[in-house]
């Protein structure tokens, strides 16, 4: 018997999966440029979404969970022991961070490509993009 | 140390390693010495080892006749397949070689996760 | 802490500040002479550093040196971790990369905007060097990532060029995505270990030794290192071009700028192989859980199947290249195969003393291919930037005009052939014997087909550049700083073969100390000791 908790953050795993394979799929099989760009995103926020759900503390009781931010400006002893209890693991929060940053430059620099390439060849299919070769 | 010390082994090398050179050599002179047109006609036409006749126009032998001489006939299954298969310069042909690599190797870590739940 | 940690720390750093102050200084300075200067000032102060770290890694008998990034004790925080290899890669690469930038004061007289030229150049000289000495998995990601995106810029850098942003953007596409991956990959590891420390990694991985800081294990490590593994491998044997992931080469070499790839091919490339083999030998090494069920050795065994494949796939399509670079591209493929397929000899039942000789001629064959490439690559820059032409066809003759370019050719083909005073021909011979001793013959069989197979591709640069006579008249451009470049680069191949046997001996020294059984333990001991700094003597 599973309560509910624990039904949501399967379903929750197994979706971050699934979007993970499609757009995987996305991004490597299908023609438009566009479309590529649109999956790489979902590809890279589904990444993320990973990081932050390991993040989340899974084996503590909902009650213990809250978010790592600390109330009092100047804490005592006790709030940081309180703090280091419930708070969930804020590491993978700090890479999201540093990932997301990368991954709009990699977007923009994409786009950029996209525009270019367009003005050069006239279309955006990667089946007609096929100079170099051999 | 390993090289002064292994006198077989830099003998099997090296001797190998020449056999591959004459071998090379032999292709090279193979190819490049002029053939005869085996067919036996009275015809006037110039013979020039099955090119087009617009080569003499040419100032001097182009070097992907090199390639052409030696490789054409011998190798041209595989350079078909290595052109038209897998170098054919489209994105989402290259995605299939590399994604069937990536799943060789999950293929392999769910095989390994098994044979650890056996042990 | 000591001067060469500090040192270990600040070149990064150091290197990318350089990069970021180019497009400020640009508001102010727009003399082309001066971004060359700065430019090569910057990579030489970054060479003496790496030579300074790796004098001083070996004057301490090779024990590694830690920098912890904000005085963070090591799990906690960001470290750099140099090693003996890290240390002796990181010279050979920085001198690569300085080679590369002198190559640029002479080659900037075709580009029109240096400013970004030199902006991502130094950025890519960022990522290599960061990837190299990192000691944290997930700094490893942000390098790796400061790395593409310059490759990326760079492969697009004409942007007027058709054939440059095809390359760019097929090379960009993927490797968007395996950097995802690869931080998938982090995750994952960080999941199971609750650690990105190398060398904890390493700890809890092999040793089964746990710290105050990151605790004790999280999750079922096995699958979790399986997973990441598998991540892991593909990611990087596509930055360092395997067969079915080497398709970028070949394109992003034909209309790059000629200086970056040499880069490409003297450096980034191998920083692909060096992390490899970092993962399979320091944090998955032969006692990890990885070879508990089996694993390592069936990737092991697949790398170097693929190994194989690269070699013979690079060398056949080398033969029927038309651009010159595009030859060179593949020729890298081919030799990313033989440094593969030596890598790859570690399985549990190779004999220790065997993959001793296989690892030495993997990092003498990095060495001496790397040389041989940039060498071979600023001969026929000279040749090809001057007529403003890459087809192989239309540059016939061209090196006549040019002899020190023909010199430079001949010996980087005889070096890269492997022929027998010069470097190539001892590595291949390491590499025969380490295949002989461990009782496979067919490896190498193909080792000579491989080699004899490119012979032929390189003999059509030769037949193309030096044989045929001149097409038509041509204005000679002034040979410049690359008339040194080429006679220092000429004259190293032939000492890397003429004084192998000492060399043969410092880098079996640098194996000893870093990737086998004894280098692993001191890199887990020089970690240990700087915890027990923090815990005092826990």
Known sequence: ?134 | MLIVSDPVSASIFISLMMLCLTLLLYLVVKALKPKHSGSGDESREMYLGGEHPNILSKPHVLQSGLYWAIVFRDFKRVYRGLVEKVHTGIAIDWAYYMTAWLLILLLLAIIALGVSSLI | MNHASSIVGAITPLLATASFSVPLLSLFIRSKKFYNAYALAVSAIALAMASWTFVSLVEGGYKPIIYRFGGWPPPVGIVYEVDALNGFLGLYASLVMFIAFLFSTWYSKFIDDVIWYYTLLLGLETGVIGCIYTGDVFNLFVMLEVLSISAYGLAAFFTRRPAALEAAFKYAFIGAVITTLYFIATVILYSAYGTLNMADLLGKSTLASSNGFSGWLFGDIASASLAAIAFTLWVFTFKSALFPNHFWVPDVYSAAPVPVIAAFSGAVEVTGVYVVARFMYTLFGAGSVLALNGYRDSILLMLLVLGVASGLVGSLMMIMQKNAYRLLGYSTISHIGLLYMVLSLGMSYVPSDVLKTALTALIYHIVNFGLGKVLMISSIGLVSASAGERDLDKLSGLSRLYPIASIGITMAVFQLIGLIPFGGFYSKLLMYQAFISSGQLILAVALIVVSAISSLGYLKIFYALIFPPLLRSYVKESEGVLMPIISALAIAVLLLGIFSPALLKFIEAVVENSLMPKGVEMYYGSFAEVLRGYTGGG
């Open chain 1, 1 to 134: 018997m599973i309560d509910a908790f624990t039904f949501l953050f399967t379903t929750c795993m197994l979706s971050i999966i699934v979007n993970l394979g499609i757009s995987l799929y996305g991004v490597l099989y299908r023609p438009s440029l566009i479309k590529k760009i649109i999956s790489l995103t979902i590809f890279s926020d589904s990444a993320n979404i990973t990081a932050i759900i390991i993040g989340y503390v899974r084996w503590r009781n909902p009650g213990e969970i809250a978010p790592p931010v600390l109330l009092n400006p100047s804490p005592t002893l006790e709030d940081i022991e309180t703090f280091a209890k419930v708070a969930v693991d804020p590491l993978p929060q700090a890479l999201v961070l540093t990932a997301i940053v990368i991954g709009l430059a990699v977007t923009l620099f994409l786009v950029f490509l996209t525009l270019q390439m367009y003005r050069f060849y006239g279309t955006t299919d990667v089946r007609r993009i096929a100079k170099l070769r051999g």
